[in-house]
């Protein structure tokens, strides 16, 4: 019994000293679980899924999306659990989804669309009767079965960006977007209005969708809307690998950052250590957010439950050489 106890994790059920004389014998003879036989005993699948809806179909290319996923498969190993990914450009809120045939466990969303197609999607998935993460979900309906919301605080990003460049004098935006709002898009574009305070109106600030947030598809939508505007005082992009384009189209124009534009990005992922200068961003939570969707959904499996109906990670301003001027 101490045996299955270690191997299944239990280790409140151990005292200290034979938890840890069981894990060295484990370690010696190399004992590894059949998941199979675990599975059958369990009555589970060992197995979570992930539903990710994508009408570019660019997930893989999208860091943080990417490493949301990574999070959660990493973790999932850790526990014994394997990763089931299913991916669409839409879903049909009465379409079939493969998670229906009893080979998950627990369901991961991160969805995309309208406030009221990703609500009626979600609740559609509840009735697969089985736990739900719901990943950047803002606003959903409390009574809502057995789900838990995993986010980032993206509106109080976006207002920390835009209160920096408003304290550097910029006075004339332009925020790029990506051409379909996910719930953490939009919270961020909604955090870096209130931050823009009077600056948000239509006179001074504009918004550029930039498709699926491609070089190319972001390169053309800046210099279409440079044709017939002049450059604003700061760009903000969504994420980091807008930002980054925008420094090209600057420096292409002969323009240099940040003494004649500000530029900030999103995300601050590991690639910006190759930008010059180095982007203003803000720390995003992706990979956690993959690891607490992991802890969270092994508690509620074990005890019945979620701990936390909502679970919200902070983020971080972080200043880089694109906002702040040189005396």
Known sequence: MSVSNVINGRYDLLRPDTRLR???AIAKVGYRPNAAARSLRSARAMTVGLLIL???????????????????????????YGMLLQTAPVLDVNQSVVFEHGRTDAVCLFLEGTDDYRAKLIDRLCKLEQPIIAFQEVGLRKELPDICVI???????????????REQGARTFAILTPGILRPGATQRLRGMKKGLGRYADEKHCAIIPCGNMSFTSTYEAVRTFLKDNPYPDAFM?????????????????????????????????EFLMYADPRLTTITSRAYEMGTAAADAIMHRLEKGRFKSREIVLRVELVIGESTVRRP
């Open 54 to 80: 994508d009408q570019h179909g660019t997930f893989l290319g999208e860091p943080f999306m990417a490493q949301i996923a990574e999070g959660l498969s990493t973790a999932l190993g850790n526990y014994g």
């Open 237 to 269: 992009a969504l994420n980091d690998h807008m930002g980054l384009t925008v420094l090209k189209i600057l420096r292409e124009d002969g323009l240099e950052v940040p003494r004649d534009v500000l530029v900030t990005g999103y995300n601050n992922m």
């Open 22 to 24: 069981i894990e060295k």
């Open 151 to 165: 986010r980032q605080h993206d509106f109080e990003g976006g207002e920390q960006l835009a209160r920096h460049v």
